[in-house]
């Protein structure tokens, strides 16, 4: 079965240091990989997908198929960046969303 | 705005009791899916509707659970004789065919 580490619960940076949330998977083929996002009191939202290799709010992720990862990274984080950060998976889009842990990420004034 | 609406937003309820979350995309859409989300943990897969055909249900969803979606609309999500281990947010989303989810508020349950 598909599996998504988030290895860290929580990172604590200082504003304007460079973020990197870890996201490793176990599936042999070729996945899909999403970052959701959910900020404080509000709904879980997808911020990026690999697929489009887009940067948003500043945030890319490159899929590494020999390291299986997924990583999160930001060069300069910002106070409004702290949420709930979830890693998540499918198979073609043929599959259900497989979503790690989450990682908490605290950026401090 | 996604789209989803959920209701009710919490409800509480004490053990045994049944209980029933509603799901309503605001335009028709294919799929329809449901998570269970508990406190330290990412969202777990429940099951998930094409159109009025459930498609897939997980083996968190036990005998007690049960999802409807009547003309492929609005689904439901019932929960017989609760347990306080089914204290959770249930999440509904709508689903594209690139695997990404839209996600509604979520339904929160307290069981007590």
């Known amino acids: 079965a598909q599996r998504v580490t988030q290895p860290e619960k929580l990172l604590s940076v200082f504003k304007g240091a460079p973020v990197e949330l870890k996201c490793n998977y176990s599936?042999?083929?070729?996945?899909?990989l999403f970052w959701y996002v959910q900020y404080s009191r509000q709904r879980l939202q997808l911020l990026l997908r690999?697929?489009s290799r887009e940067s948003i709010k500043g945030f890319t992720a490159d899929l590494n198929k020999g390291e299986t990862s997924f990583h999160l990274k930001k060069p300069f984080a910002q106070e409004e960046d702290s949420a709930m950060y979830y890693c998540?998976?499918?198979?073609?889009?043929?599959?259900?969303?497989?979503f790690g842990k989450g990682t908490r990420l605290s950026v401090i004034a | 705005d996604t789209g989803v609406s959920q209701n009710p937003r919490h409800k509480i309820t004490k053990r045994g009791q049944n209980v029933t979350f509603r799901c309503d995309p605001i335009?028709?859409?294919?799929?329809l899916y449901w998570y269970r989300q508990t406190l330290g943990q990412g969202p777990e897969f429940l099951t998930y509707?094409?159109?009025?055909?459930?498609?897939?249900k997980s083996r968190l969803l036990s005998d007690r659970f049960s999802a409807e979606r009547p003309k492929g609309s609005f689904s439901t999500l019932e929960i017989q004789r609760t347990e306080q281990g089914d204290s959770a947010m249930y999440l509904c989303?709508?689903?594209?065919?690139?695997?990404?989810?839209?996600f509604g508020e979520g339904s929160r349950l307290t069981v007590l």
């Open positions: 998540a998976l499918s198979i073609m889009g043929n599959t259900p969303l497989v």
């Open positions: 599936y042999s083929g070729s996945p899909e």
């Open positions: 690999h697929i």
């Open positions: 335009s028709e859409h294919n799929r």
């Open positions: 509707f094409q159109n009025e055909a459930q498609l897939e």
């Open positions: 989303a709508r689903g594209w065919d690139t695997g990404e989810l839209f």
